[in-house]
């Protein structure tokens, strides 16, 4: 069986809760799974999926990090 408890914060977990809580799974496992809500803006995750798909369909386009490096830094040094 899954129960589930949601909270805005951690802050509004009152000891007469963990009490509770404590008394009614007395002896019994339980599991405590916290997730963090993170917002992801929509144009950030329309973004990865057209970055996804450029790379899928044309993985040539792809640079060795290593490579791209030297060529940032030549492109700085042209720039000064």
Do not use: C
Not at 8 to 19: K, P, T, V
Not at 62 to 72: E, G, Q, R, V
């Amino acid at each position: 069986m899954d129960t589930t408890f949601r909270f805005s914060s951690a802050q509004e977990i009152s000891e007469e809760f963990i009490e509770k809580l404590k008394n009614f799974y007395k002896g019994k496992p339980i599991y405590i799974t916290i997730t963090e809500d993170s917002l992801i803006p929509e144009w950030q995750k329309e973004e990865v999926l057209k970055r996804q798909s450029q790379v899928k369909n044309h993985p040539e386009s792809l640079m060795d990090f290593d490579k791209m490096i030297i060529s940032l830094e030549k492109e700085l040094e042209n720039e000064s």
